[in-house]
């Protein structure tokens, strides 16, 4: 599968943004899908994943209340909506997906395919 992330920019404080994964060449309704996120010099970190028919969420807890990811299978597109946005969510934001064979919760880390990132830039 084929992942393209879009929708990111810049932002101030207090702002929101939706983040946007197109899938494409796969059963996009057989993966858990998932966004990690990676701030200049640190290493990449889990925000959310949503499970293979949507039902299913997990947050990262510096995110939670905050971001909400959901998908539409009918468009192969996951999504991202982050509000209440602030400068330490300043990253490059990546979409990542992985095969399962149930409607699990779905896990933070072995995701096997990834998308190119977007980068979310939020000003003070």
């Known amino acids: 599968v084929q992942l393209q992330a879009s929708g990111g920019g810049l932002v101030q404080a207090g702002g929101s943004l939706r983040l946007s994964c197109a899938a494409s060449?796969?059963?996009?309704?057989?993966?858990?899908m998932g966004w990690f996120r990676q701030a200049p010099g640190k290493e990449r970190e889990f925000v959310a994943a949503?499970?293979?028919?949507?039902?299913?969420?997990v947050y990262a807890d510096s995110v939670k209340g905050r971001f909400t990811i959901s998908r539409d299978n009918a468009k192969n597109t996951a999504y991202l909506q982050m509000n209440t946005l602030k400068p330490e969510d300043t990253a490059v934001y990546y979409c990542?997906?992985?095969?399962?064979?149930?409607?699990?919760?779905?896990?933070?880390?072995?995701?096997?395919?990834w998308g190119r990132g977007t980068q979310v830039t939020v000003s003070s």
């Open positions: 060449g796969g059963t996009f309704s057989s993966y858990h």
């Open positions: 949503v499970g293979r028919n949507g039902g299913i969420t």
């Open positions: 990542a997906a992985r095969v399962s064979h149930y409607n699990t919760l779905p896990p933070r880390a072995d995701y096997q395919y």
